[in-house]
Every structure is written in C-alpha cells, then in structure tokens.
C-alpha cells in the first residue's frame, strides 16, 4: 500500500504515532482529539491502526495485558519523509528550495 492510498486520517495516525515513542492507541487517541477539537472513536481508530500494521508502516507491540503500543517502522519513516519531500515540491519550508 503506498502513503498515496493512505486516507487523510491514516497519515495524521503516522505523524503523531513518529512525534511520540511508542505510544498507546489511547495516547494516539487523545492527541489527535486535542488538536482536531473532535472525538475520535474506538471503531474509528482502532482498524485505522490495524491498517497501518498491516501495510508495514507501523508496529504493534504490548505494554501490559490490555494495552498495545504503537511505533513508527523503517518503512513508514521512511514514506513520511518522502511525502515531506513530496509536499516541499509544491509548499516549500523555510529554508528549501522548490524544484
């Protein structure tokens, strides 16, 4: 699956799951409710992530019985920076130089 077929919803779960060390679905959950000022739901996030484990992007690990843990992979790293790329070709930061 390329970050191009990722919903606009899957890649903000990428960028705070790389801006946290491995951080729990609820972590996960309530930052992206604290930014957006919307609920996020149980049904909502949770096959979200599972989406992103299963395209490689992130892994899943556990922190005790009931709580899973979430961390960005090599491979989603790696798609984030080039989607960062991607977008500085259109919307250049500070300090690059678009193409």
């Given at each position: 699956?390329?970050?191009?077929?990722?919903?606009?919803?899957?890649?903000?779960?990428?960028y705070?799951?790389?801006?946290?060390?491995?951080p729990?679905?609820?972590?996960?959950?309530?930052?992206?409710?604290?930014?957006?000022?919307?609920?996020?739901?149980?049904?909502?996030?949770?096959?979200?992530?599972?989406?992103?484990?299963?395209?490689?992007?992130?892994?899943?690990?556990?922190?005790?019985r009931?709580?899973?843990?979430?961390?960005?992979?090599?491979?989603?790293?790696?798609?984030?920076?080039?989607?960062?790329?991607w977008?500085?070709?259109?919307?250049?930061?500070?300090?690059?130089?678009?193409?």
């Amino acid at each position: 699956m390329a970050l191009f077929d990722l919903t606009g919803f899957q890649r903000d779960l990428l960028y705070v799951i790389a801006g946290f060390d491995r951080p729990s679905g609820q972590q996960i959950k309530s930052e992206l409710e604290a930014v957006t000022d919307r609920e996020i739901t149980h049904g909502r996030l949770y096959p979200n992530l599972d989406t992103l484990v299963n395209a490689g992007y992130v892994e899943k690990g556990q922190i005790d019985r009931r709580t899973n843990y979430y961390a960005l992979s090599d491979e989603g790293r790696e798609a984030l920076e080039a989607r960062l790329d991607w977008e500085d070709n259109y919307l250049p930061r500070e300090g690059t130089a678009s193409t």
